[in-house]
């Protein structure tokens, strides 16, 4: 089956950095395009980051840009998530999640990992 296991998160001032992982399982990893995502307390998920199968290609939301950096190693089935320069908004548990492309531009999430809780505070 696949499993995605993030780690990596903590408690950190604003300004801080930290850096995550998402280990897969259970599937051909260097074959699936990865996002990371973040939910705060009380809010929608959030689209936080995307990074193509190969690497070759990221994408992120516009209030990460500058300051997350997506990457991965697929000889270790592993996503990362830099995160720089932390702000208390960045506050929420974090998911990684494989894409599915359906037809068109459609796009779905079939598989999750079970969050890591990031907080950033004085």
């Known amino acids: 089956q696949v499993q995605l296991v993030e780690s990596g998160g903590g408690e950190v001032q604003p300004g801080g950095s930290l850096r995550l992982s998402c280990a897969a399982s259970g599937l051909n990893f260097r074959n699936y395009d990865m996002d990371w995502f973040r939910q705060a307390p009380g809010k929608d998920r959030e689209f936080i980051a995307a990074?193509?199968?190969?690497?070759?290609?990221?994408n992120y939301a516009g209030s990460v840009k500058g300051r997350f950096t997506i990457s991965r190693d697929n000889a270790k089935n592993t996503l990362y998530l830099q995160m720089n320069s932390l702000k208390p908004e960045d506050t929420g548990i974090y998911f990684c999640a494989v894409e599915r492309h359906l037809k068109g531009w459609n796009r779905e999430f079939p598989y999750w990992g079970q969050g890591t809780q990031v907080t950033v505070s004085t």
């Open positions: 990074i193509t199968s190969s690497g070759g290609s990221t």
